[in-house]
């Protein structure tokens, strides 16, 4: 009789077996029958031995490499040979297969890998830290120090903040070089960044312009600090309908979304850099028919169209030039150097007003719009009897075209939905 393969296996193919075995045999378990430490405490558990399992992963990943075992099927290398048969993805699978190999030279952090103490995010950050330290360190101790070092942060850093560390671990564990070396590199760091940033936008066609970029560290702190300021709770709550709900804590990515219009709008176009010898502005086209009824549509100068509403609730902003045509597209009007308020007339606003003019709306002063009641398209004065302020929401509500306005005695202004 022949005998069971299995028993003549190599003990790393039968823990595995075995492992695989128990494994599937646990996920068909019911769990609502363990109580609650025993779920909490198998979850930890579990976690530990994904990280055991990793380890063993990338040991074999870096001896199949060593032996070429790619090579039989004509693969270009281990990694595409592994990501093929497993369906890893191919980027991912390479990824893999340097770590393996740098964890061939990092036993401390290997061996921790193995008991489960730290994940393979976690091997990632020491291993490419201690591989980029220069050959030509007076002291060779330093990388080993510094795995050290990083390995005991990591018993307690989730990966995100073990790699803010990594960038500076010289200056704990070698201070005589390590913070002019941090220095050199944070600099030269920040150079490339900036050297280095881009943004694409394109229209969709949807009445949308899509768009990515990538700006450096401080600059992205810098707009996520002003967005945050707009789509803030606070600000969110103070600006929304009495039967709305309240605004979650967390900004989502359609309030920051909106929060970047806000801020566009609020730039101050006359403090930009000129563009072709005038102010970085965006004209608008306007037809005076459809500018005096409660309908209608404008063009921007790139020939995209905006509705009037839109146009008229922005041309009390800065950045935006109305250019008004008549019946034979001949210019009216091309703005007038009046038409936005002056900061002394928005401090006296801000007195005699002191919050958003709308009925029941206490938003202050100094976050609001500045509104002319006579619209400045129609004639209207830049005048402090012509002027009220109205916080964000109200002031696009008072533009909207599917309500109407009443102001009252008080110089409270109230919107009913027409019908």
């Given amino acids: 009789m022949a005998k069971d393969s299995r028993h003549s296996a190599h003990p790393v193919c039968r823990a595995v077996a075995k492992s695989r075995k128990q494994a599937r045999s646990a996920c068909g378990t019911h769990l609502w029958q363990m109580s609650d430490d025993e779920v909490s405490t198998a979850l930890l558990e579990a976690t530990r031995l994904r990280a055991q399992v990793e380890a063993l992963e990338l040991r074999l990943a870096a001896e199949a490499d060593r032996r070429s075992v790619g090579d039989k099927v004509g693969a270009t290398d281990t990694a595409s040979w592994w990501g093929h048969e497993t369906r890893q993805d191919r980027p991912a699978a390479k990824r893999r297969m340097r770590l393996a190999d740098s964890l061939d030279r990092h036993t401390p952090t290997s061996a921790a890998l193995a008991e489960g103490a730290i994940s393979v995010d976690h091997a990632r950050v020491i291993t490419e830290c201690v591989d980029k330290f220069p050959d030509d360190l007076a002291d060779p101790t330093i990388p080993e120090r510094a795995e050290k ?46 050297a280095n940033s881009w943004l694409t936008m394109c229209p969709d066609g949807k009445g949308s312009v899509r768009g990515k970029f990538s700006i450096p560290t401080l600059h992205g702190e810098m707009l996520k600090k002003m967005l945050l300021a707009f789509a803030a709770p606070k600000h969110q709550n103070a600006t929304k309908e009495k039967s709305e709900p309240e605004v979650e804590r967390r900004p989502s990515p359609e309030r920051m979304g909106d929060a970047f219009c806000e801020l566009l709008e609020r730039l101050p176009a006359d403090k930009l850099p000129q563009l072709g010898g005038l102010n970085a502005s965006v004209v608008v086209l306007l037809d005076y028919s459809g500018l005096r009824s409660d309908v209608g549509r404008a063009t921007l100068e790139s020939g ?81 009897a012509n002027g009220r302020l109205l916080c964000p929401r109200h002031h696009a509500r008072i533009h909207d075209p599917r309500f109407e306005t009443t102001i009252h005695p008080d110089n409270q202004v109230s919107f009913h939905m027409r019908t």
């Fill in 149 to 194: 070092h990083l390995l005991n942060e990591a018993l307690d850093r989730d990966p995100k903040s073990l790699a803010i560390l990594a960038k500076h671990v010289l200056t704990v564990v070698a201070p005589e070089i390590g913070e002019e070396r941090d220095a050199r590199a944070l600099e030269r760091e920040e150079r490339e960044a900036r």
């Fill in 304 to 384: 995209e169209p905006i509705s009037a509403a839109m146009a008229r609730r922005t041309a009390c902003e800065a950045g935006l030039v109305p250019a008004v045509l008549g019946t034979r597209n001949e210019l009216l009007d091309l703005g007038r150097t009046a038409r936005l308020f002056s900061g002394a007339q928005r401090r006296g606003m801000a007195i005699t007003q002191r919050t958003c003019t709308a009925t029941g709306c206490d938003w202050p002063a100094h976050l609001c719009h500045a509104h002319h009641d006579d619209s400045w398209l129609r004639g209207g004065r830049t005048d402090l």
